[in-house]
């Protein structure tokens, strides 16, 4: 009994196959069998699976915000924000300010003395006499609370057996780095309010560039990073950690955030189950801001702006001003940015500056599209399916890539390249359709 079928009709398993290509999109699936088919290599090289995955699951955080910046910038209508780089390179000014300030003082307040918890025993010693010792400096209650946020300290002193004097004492890690909290909140404050009067600038630039948008934007941003290192060089700080030792002015190549904000949301409330740690603290922020933006986008503001975006002759006779959405996606995108370079720079554990940030506008656009987002089209799904896929591969492809090809170096840094630019040529010859 064949199968009937009216003359140029495709069969069922082509229109499915089809189906599946055109919804879910072909970058996406051959990303996504790219990084199952790192994994199970990694498996068959007896790698340590949970380690990566717990390294998988910290570059999501930590770059997730960079990516998020992506979806206000394409819903106005500016496509994909080549130029964020103007946005990180305000963060990156907003930390160095924080971190001078804290140098000269402001955050003292934040300073926690240790708590000294000294807990008393009674022991037989001996069938002649019973030792009761020890006082209570601290009421258990309050040391147990300043667990979260300074490190504890518990002495127990007595006699042992033969009647000498000892001392036990035990220091418990601090929960929550309060005065890095404090730091990162300012860095963060800055940046993203500096950001913001950057970003108007750049969207009315924009405005006057319509049509030719992602090539504007790669050069506004490569013009952005190439002013700054004029601003790293002479800008007059004092903070010992940031000086360039060598001049005694401007600013290091890498500034060290360990005594700063380094590590202050990766360390909050994480835990490790073997050799797999779970940054959950990085990872709360990286959603938090994601649930925001997807809140914002279902907001009468944010529908606006997609209206314009999406359609700016249809939200131009509906009463929408197209230029001021315009403006305020490239704002909010260019804030992210700053934010989302903070957020960053605390898990990377340094400040990279000059023209490290040179590159980054190109891995955010690749890490979008890789989740399905287009070039008139973004969602916050986009991001987290994006960030994870993108990141995840990197991840992976570095040491596995130094067992595989032992001889051979360069390997990650090639498929890199290969991941970031292809996604982006194939996004690029869509701009007239739908990349989906």
Not at 111 to 119: K, L, Q, R
Not at 174 to 183: D, K, Q, R, Y
Request: hydrophobic share 55%.
């Amino acid at each position: 009994m064949g199968v009937i079928m009216n003359a140029g009709e495709q069969p069922v398993y082509q229109r499915i196959v089809k189906k599946i290509l055109t919804d879910f999109g072909l970058p996406r699936i051959i990303i996504l069998s790219l990084f199952v088919l790192l994994f199970v290599l990694a498996g068959i090289f007896s790698m340590d699976l949970p380690s990566f995955f717990g390294d998988v699951l910290r570059r999501w955080g930590m770059f997730g915000i960079l990516v998020l910046a992506m979806v206000p910038g394409i819903q106005s209508g500016i496509g994909p924000n080549f130029g964020v780089t103007v946005g990180i390179t305000g963060g990156l000014l907003g930390a160095v300010l924080s971190m001078e300030l804290r140098f000269r003082g402001w955050f003292d307040a934040f300073i926690i003395e240790p708590v000294t918890e000294v807990a008393y025993t009674t022991r037989a010693m001996s069938a002649a006499f019973t030792s009761e010792f020890l006082a209570v400096a601290y009421t258990a209650e309050y040391a147990a609370a300043a667990r979260f946020i300074a490190p504890v300290v518990t002495q127990v002193h007595g006699h042992d057996a033969y009647g000498l004097p000892f001392v036990v004492t035990h220091v418990t890690a601090p929960m929550v780095n309060v005065m890095g909290l404090a730091i990162i909140a300012a860095a963060i404050l800055i940046g993203g309010v500096l950001a913001t009067g950057m970003g108007v600038l750049y969207g009315m630039l924009l405005n006057r560039v319509k049509g030719s948008e992602m090539a504007v934007s790669v050069y506004v941003g490569f013009s952005a990073v190439a002013v700054f290192n004029i601003v790293w060089a002479l800008i007059p700080v004092r903070n010992s950690i940031m000086i360039l030792p060598a001049t005694g002015r401007g600013l290091r190549q890498m500034i060290n955030l360990q005594d700063d904000f380094g590590g202050a949301f990766d360390n909050l409330f994480s835990f490790t189950i073997g050799t797999f740690t779970m940054r959950t603290g990085l990872l709360l922020v990286f959603f938090v801001f994601c649930l925001l933006m997807w809140v914002f986008t279902k907001s009468r503001l944010g529908m606006m702006m997609s209206a314009a975006g999406s359609n700016p002759s249809y939200a131009r006779a509906s009463g929408i001003n197209v230029e001021k959405m315009r403006i305020l996606g490239t704002a909010i995108s260019t804030a992210l940015g700053a934010i989302g370079i903070v957020v960053f720079a605390q898990s990377f554990g340094f400040l990279q500056m000059y023209n490290a940030p040179l590159m980054m506008g190109f891995t955010t656009v690749a890490s979008v599209l890789i989740g399905g987002a287009t070039v008139k089209r973004a969602r916050v799904f986009d991001v987290l399916l994006g960030a994870f896929l993108f990141n995840g591969i990197l991840t992976i492809a570095l040491p596995l890539a130094n067992v595989m090809l032992p001889d051979v170096a360069g390997v990650p840094e090639m498929l890199r390249l290969i991941i970031t630019n292809g996604i982006i040529l194939y996004a690029l010859t869509k701009v007239k359709g739908d990349a989906r």
